[in-house]
T-cell receptor
């Protein structure tokens, strides 16, 4: 299956700034999820947005979904050094819906 | 890393040897998954299982085998037929195995072929 792509591949910002990561996918989706991975560790679920939703918030996270453009964005506001990690989107296809397809990830570095 | 354990954390294998990676979960989840992650890359699905005694091939199943004899266990065997097995292997589980489920990941096993 085809993987989604995150943009940019790597992002470095100063602590306190906002970080925006984008994700594109190729199929019609049921939902899209964002995960975080600290270096050398497993992934941790951050947020899920369904195909009939356009925006969702969780703490300092804001996710948007544009199904017409097959894209999603993750915004982290007021970044902290502890936000340094890789961030992955994963789309759940509308058909054959038992699997998630993960993107290639954005490596985020927060500079103290 | 939730209630999922993977062992060992690091594994070294000689070429031509089979090796088995362990994955155990105590979350009472029906579904379990194995992913492979190469440096700087995303996750690719190897195998998944939605119920005991049943499993399905993912996108890159060649050279791998699994079993699901117990709900809490989903071991992955990397066989000598896998041409490039050096990678980071992640196991995950979810409640029911649908794409709207949150997947819970283990800490991973880093396999290196010498």
């Amino acid at each position: 299956s085809q993987q989604g792509e995150e943009d940019p591949q790597a992002l470095s910002i100063q602590e306190g700034e906002n970080a925006t990561m984008n994700c594109s996918y190729k199929t019609s989706i049921n939902n899209l999820q964002w995960y975080r991975q600290n270096s050398g560790r497993g992934l941790v679920h951050l947020i899920l947005i369904r195909s009939n939703e356009r925006e969702k918030h969780s703490g300092r996270l804001r996710v948007t979904l544009d199904t017409s453009k097959k894209s999603s964005s993750l915004l982290i506001t007021a970044s902290r050094a502890a936000d340094t990690a890789s961030y992955f989107c994963a789309d759940g296809a509308l058909w054959g819906n038992e699997k998630l397809t993960f993107g290639t990830g954005t490596r985020l570095t927060i500079i103290p | 890393d939730g209630g999922i354990t993977q062992s060992p954390k690091y594994l070294f294998r000689k070429e031509g040897q089979n090796v088995t990676l362990s994955c155990e979960q105590n979350l009472n989840h029906d579904a379990m998954y194995w992913y492979r992650q190469d440096p700087g890359q995303g996750l690719r699905l190897i195998y998944y299982s939605q119920i005991v005694n049943d499993f399905q091939k993912g996108d890159i199943a060649e050279g791998y085998s699994v079993s699901r004899e117990k709900k809490e266990s989903f071991p992955l065997t990397v066989t000598s037929a896998q041409k490039n097995p050096t990678a980071f292997y992640l196991c995950a589980s979810s409640i029911a195995g649908t794409s709207t489920d949150t997947q819970y990941f283990g800490p991973g096993t880093r396999l290196t072929v010498l």
